[in-house]
């Protein structure tokens, strides 16, 4: 440990000591040898002769033991990056804001789940891009659209409002983009985040994600999903074992959530007959092997053979199969 951290812990020892007591008490888990090696780790990074440095050190101290008693560590590995690698790179904003940041920081990678790691270890060169003594709102707006971008849907329309009041190289560093126009590119993505905003539009209907899983390999479905009818383009809703979930996507990703019966119906896929092509439903329909009909044209998708139902919902298709517990979500380069 650094000369700045040993001297903060020498001069607080019997204080902290006695914190460290009333955390194990709250949590008997909370394991001393972890707990110190934990400490070793960040607290040299965030110590120093600074006045401000003597208050993030407390809140590190407490994080630490926060999240060794809960066994957070563990669970959540990007925790360990966050407090070790990127504490260290954005020192100056922390010891800014060493009351809210750090457990703004914190919260956001447990809230991440599977891609908080790669949040915390990509936020400090997209924080690097911001001015000097840019905001605590900013740098976390910066982290939003960042965490869209590594697959976070739920934050697609606070990405998009944010991003707009960002230096523009943040917005490039933090949607990992090249030398493209990014105004041109928020107002793509804000009309369709389905399609590759840098990329000539394309009207052919191609697939452009897989959403969901089995719950036995790690998906949130327990078995074969029916989409429902409705929606919107990035928010669709299906029914799962009796159990309603909606789900929010866009190309960097999907969010799978349970939610209360959203009160809409099935579109069956059926078979075509006379009757069907003469009185042709609104908003067309499909067949079982995964021919689509819409009033533009048909559409076969021979790798949807099998649908049971689907949803159109403007340039987006999602379609659910009787022996797949994954949707296939489809869309077009036409728009509106």
């Known amino acids: 440990m650094t000369l700045d951290g040993a001297a903060w812990l020498d001069a607080r020892r019997p204080a902290l000591n006695e914190r460290f007591e009333r955390a194990r ?39 630490v033991l926060l999240h060794a008693g809960r066994g957070a560590f563990a669970r959540t590995p990007g925790l360990a990056v966050l407090l070790g690698e990127t504490f260290a790179a954005l020192r100056p904003a922390l010891l800014a804001a060493p009351g809210s940041l750090p457990g703004a920081l914190s919260n956001a990678v447990e809230n991440l789940g599977p891609i908080g790691e790669a949040w ?52 490039r560093a933090a949607l990992d983009l090249g030398a493209e126009d990014v105004n041109a590119v928020l107002a793509r993505l804000s009309a369709d985040a389905w399609n590759d905003p840098v990329a000539p539009a394309d009207v052919a209907w191609r697939r452009v994600g897989v959403v969901g899983g089995f719950s036995g390999f790690g998906g949130p479905f327990d078995a074969p999903p029916r989409v429902l009818d409705g929606g919107e383009p990035h928010l669709f809703h299906v029914v799962s074992a009796g159990r309603f979930y909606r789900v929010d996507a866009d190309r960097y ?84």
Request: glycine letters at 10%.
């Open 25 to 63: 008490r709250r949590t008997p888990a909370l394991d001393a040898t972890e707990a110190l090696a934990r400490l070793a780790a960040a607290l040299p990074v965030v110590a120093g002769p600074e006045p401000a440095a003597g208050r993030l050190c407390d809140v590190v101290y407490d994080l």
């Open 253 to 336: 990703g999907a969010h799978v959530r349970p939610e209360a019966d959203p009160g809409l119906s099935a579109r069956e896929a059926r078979k075509v007959g006379f009757l069907t092509g003469l009185l042709a439903p609104k908003g067309g329909w499909a067949e079982p092997d995964g021919t689509f009909h819409f009033s533009e044209g048909k559409l076969p998708l021979r790798e949807e053979a099998g649908l049971e139902t689907w949803t159109r919902i403007g340039h987006v298709l999602v379609a659910a199969r009787r022996d797949s517990h994954a949707l296939r979500v489809y869309a077009t380069g036409r728009v509106g």
């Open 120 to 171: 915390a270890r990509a936020l400090p060169a997209v924080a690097s891009t911001l001015p000097e003594g840019a905001s605590t709102d900013t740098l976390l707006d910066a982290g939003a659209v960042l965490a869209w971008r590594l697959g976070e849907a739920r934050l697609r329309e606070r990405a998009l409002d944010r991003a707009h009041a960002l230096p523009v190289a943040t917005v």
